[in-house]
């Protein structure tokens, strides 16, 4: 149910762009395993990973807790208004998640990567996804 709701309140250019972009993003970048871009209340506009196993819809909704708590971290400490994005570290990988701050159609961007990865190229390469959503959306 929770599918047809997003397929009608997110538009199809948006979708296909999310897609592209995701393609773009997991060919380019060594190690990203799963990726999603989640509208601001966590429903998925595009998914893509080498795990069959994962679970989009908990990882929209991860992101968009995760987005909302660090947003509010930042302003109750005086850090700024906004923040720019999340790194956890595990001993397995790494997730970072990212705001996409367009107005037309904010969205947020969650990217789960293996310990092999390179953070610098993860974070250069989802802050071009967040860029090219910033500049055409």
Known sequence: MAENKVSVLTPKVIKLAAARELDKLMSVATGIESA???TEDGFEVAFKSTDETVDPSKLAAMASSL???SNMSICETNLGTEYNSIIIESDKGYIVIMDIDNEAFP????????KNAVLGQILYHARAVVDAFNSKV
Do not use: D, F, G, R
């Open 107 to 114: 969205m947020i961007l969650n990217v789960v990567a293996s």
């Open 36 to 38: 999603v871009l989640t």
């Open 67 to 69: 987005s909302a708590i």
